[in-house]
């Protein structure tokens, strides 16, 4: 599986932005979708994850109601609505797929490359 991030940039806080993660490569009816971000000097964070074949999404307590992650099976693609985005929220943003239902990146075996979100205050 590839997967390629887009849609990064700068934005004010309380802006919004949309990510793409394409996917190619397998079937994907399997495999669960994730979000991931890593901010400069923090570990790596879950955001969000949606099921490929049931579209059934959990996200992140400190992200509910403000992110949504969707797909679209005709584009292989997954996206993350981010709204109402705050200056600490200013990470690299990474997908992921994989095979089971976790919040764990240990777990994923496929990444896309990151794309960066800058949020000023």
């Known amino acids: 599986v590839q997967l390629q991030a887009s849609g990064g940039g700068l934005v004010q806080a309380g802006g919004s932005l949309r990510l793409s993660c394409a996917a190619s490569?397998?079937?994907?009816?399997?495999?669960?979708m994730a979000w991931f971000r890593q901010a400069p000097g923090k570990e790596r964070e879950f955001v969000g994850l949606?099921?490929?074949?049931?579209?059934?999404?959990y996200h992140a307590d400190s992200v509910k109601g403000r992110f949504t992650i969707s797909r679209d099976n005709t584009k292989n693609t997954v996206y993350l609505q981010m709204n109402s985005l705050k200056p600490e929220e200013t990470a690299v943003y990474y997908c992921?797929?994989?095979?089971?239902?976790?919040?764990?990146?240990?777990?994923?075996?496929?990444w896309g490359q990151g794309t960066l979100v800058t949020v000023s205050s």
């Open positions: 490569g397998r079937t994907l009816s399997s495999y669960v």
């Open positions: 949606i099921s490929w074949s049931s579209g059934n999404t």
């Open positions: 992921a797929a994989g095979t089971g239902w976790t919040l764990k990146s240990s777990n994923y075996g496929y």
